[in-house]
């Protein structure tokens, strides 16, 4: 294990990465050359692009899609793992020979652009749900969005997004006095679909899903599995993410990996993160890094 063990940490207290560049690299640059293989996964926004008023303007800067397209090419396995639906997922980022992740782990595509979130991903969710298949949630969902977009016409500033299998009440834009309106709306639409919709939250954000225990960690672990399978190889997991829904997945690698915060000197929270970083900008310097760790790509 690379990674601390024990329970969460104040975000202020663990590591900072870019202090520690050398110890990380030379982890990555041993698993690769003792043929152990490093699996990246990422969240998106809040990681690879700042968290932005709009929603729908949370675009990479081309330097950073340099730097995942690299890593795409790179001998090892690289996932995309958000909240977002997978189709606003691949909007943004539009590479190839990635793992897209998205609603919370409820939609899988693999680089062969085989897709998981009606087979083994709705098996699963099912299993762990119950009865309740994925057409059944997602009929719940968009019966959601719908009502919680009616409910919000008179709230200045928030929007939702139908993520197909999640839905997502934005409320970053709106003014302090709103805030309780808001949660009223979520409150009145949750009690619609109680039993089979739960809400999280995340940053400026109340979100419905399907009443089922499957989210970041439990679909990481997913892949995790399906990889080791058909690669054969053990793994090296690394985790990259900024909200509380991440945490989930910080759980699922706990001293398997190596897992990093995004979080700026301001924001300060328990965490189960083994290192922190602060902006996108230190994301992207981190992630050129690692690019450099394999023996195949240190002349590159």
């Given at each position: 294990?690379?990674?601390?063990?024990?329970?969460?940490?104040?975000?202020?207290?663990?590591?900072?990465?870019?202090?520690?560049?050398?110890?990380?690299?030379?982890?990555?640059?041993?698993?690769?050359?003792?043929?152990?293989?490093?699996?990246?996964?990422?969240?998106?926004?809040?990681?690879?692009?700042?968290?932005?008023?709009?929603?729908?303007?949370?675009?990479?800067?081309?330097?950073?899609?340099?730097?995942?397209?690299?890593?795409?090419?790179?001998?090892?396995?690289?996932?995309?793992?958000?909240?977002?639906?997978?189709a606003k997922l691949k909007q943004f980022v539009q590479l190839e020979n990635i793992w897209y992740i998205g609603s919370h782990g409820f939609e899988m595509e693999g680089p062969n652009k085989e897709t998981f979130e009606?087979?083994?991903?709705?098996?699963?969710?099912?299993?762990?749900?119950?009865?309740?298949?994925?057409?059944?949630?997602?009929?719940?969902?968009?019966?959601?969005?719908?009502?919680?977009?009616?409910?919000?016409?008179?709230?200045?500033?928030?929007?939702?997004?139908?993520?197909?299998?999640?839905?997502?009440?934005?409320?970053?834009?709106?003014?302090?006095?709103?805030?309780?309106?808001?949660?009223?709306?979520?409150?009145?639409?949750?009690?619609?679909?109680?039993?089979?919709?739960?809400?999280?939250?995340?940053?400026?954000?109340?979100?419905?899903?399907?009443?089922?225990?499957?989210?970041?960690?439990?679909?990481?672990?997913?892949?995790?599995?399906?990889?080791?399978?058909?690669?054969?190889?053990?793994?090296?997991?690394?985790?990259?993410?900024?909200?509380?829904?991440?945490?989930?997945?910080?759980?699922?690698?706990?001293?398997?990996?190596?897992?990093?915060?995004?979080?700026?000197?301001?924001?300060?929270?328990?965490?189960?993160?083994?290192?922190?970083l602060r902006n996108p900008d230190e994301v992207r310097d981190l992630l050129s890094c690692i690019g450099t760790c394999h023996p195949s790509r240190r002349d590159m």
């Amino acid at each position: 294990s690379v990674a601390s063990s024990g329970g969460p940490q104040s975000s202020a207290s663990i590591p900072e990465a870019m202090d520690c560049l050398d110890q990380i690299s030379s982890w990555v640059q041993f698993a690769s050359s003792a043929s152990v293989l490093v699996v990246l996964m990422l969240d998106y926004d809040g990681t690879l692009t700042p968290i932005v008023e709009d929603p729908e303007a949370a675009l990479m800067s081309e330097e950073m899609r340099a730097v995942l397209r690299s890593l795409c090419d790179a001998p090892w396995v690289l996932a995309l793992v958000s909240g977002r639906s997978k189709a606003k997922l691949k909007q943004f980022v539009q590479l190839e020979n990635i793992w897209y992740i998205g609603s919370h782990g409820f939609e899988m595509e693999g680089p062969n652009k085989e897709t998981f979130e009606d087979s083994e991903v709705r098996d699963e969710a099912a299993h762990v749900g119950g009865c309740f298949g994925m057409t059944s949630f997602r009929q719940d969902i968009q019966l959601a969005a719908e009502d919680m977009h009616q409910r919000i016409q008179t709230i200045s500033g928030a929007s939702v997004e139908d993520n197909g299998l999640t839905v997502t009440l934005h409320y970053r834009k709106c003014s302090e006095q709103d805030l309780p309106r808001v949660e009223q709306v979520a409150e009145i639409v949750l009690g619609r679909f109680g039993d089979r919709l739960r809400r999280t939250r995340g940053k400026c954000v109340i979100e419905l899903r399907p009443r089922v225990e499957w989210n970041k960690g439990t679909a990481i672990q997913w892949l995790l599995s399906r990889v080791h399978a058909s690669s054969g190889s053990p793994l090296l997991p690394i985790y990259i993410g900024d909200d509380v829904t991440d945490e989930d997945a910080f759980l699922a690698i706990r001293n398997k990996g190596v897992n990093f915060l995004v979080a700026s000197d301001s924001t300060v929270h328990p965490t189960h993160a083994d290192y922190r970083l602060r902006n996108p900008d230190e994301v992207r310097d981190l992630l050129s890094c690692i690019g450099t760790c394999h023996p195949s790509r240190r002349d590159m």
